[in-house]
């Protein structure tokens, strides 16, 4: 969803840089850029690996990246006019998630208006779990996507008020998931007095 040329044009036009995983909604650009990693040269090309240990696994990623990208076009647009008209870099990551019992390998693309910078899209890179992760939570744990508030302030109101309860439960340092943290706030007020009066 996030990957749109409007998105991306106001990003930049606000002195930022983006980092946008292409998926589905860009299948042409995708596919293209899957290719040009397929057969770039290596002098083309800027890698970096990382390896991280925790929650019983073991994550190694591989940054891949290049500048080279005035060969970007779009059938979509008139002839010879990128879609995307800030792409500075693109990049592919690829993952293996070694488990006790069983390794697990990804691989994502994506495209950034910032230079080519392998440690800073790599760091990049790895926070767009942190983002993906709080989405997931307020979906699934909050029924976010479930809200019928739609006009207004309303909408934009219980936004925040969600995102404050999670990051409320999220810092409480007590057993039990965000769920069971939550659940057990609605039905003990002395638990829910603990959370409201966290401190940071």
Known sequence: MGCQVEIADKIVAHKADYLLALKGNQPTLEADVVDYFRTAPAAEL??????????????TRTYTASKVVDWIVSERSYPGRPRFTTIKTIVKVDTRTEHVDRSTFDTRTYISSATL???????AARSHWGVESMHWLLDVEFKDDLSRYRSGHGAKN???????????????????????RRKRAGWNTDFLLQVLQITR
């Open 117 to 123: 910078d392998i440690e800073r899209i790599a760091r």
């Open 158 to 180: 219980m936004a925040v008020i969600r995102r404050f309860a999670l990051d409320l439960v999220r810092h409480l340092k007590t057993k039990g998931s965000i769920k069971t």
């Open 46 to 59: 800027v890698t970096t690996t990382t390896v991280e240990k925790g929650h019983g696994r073991i994550e």
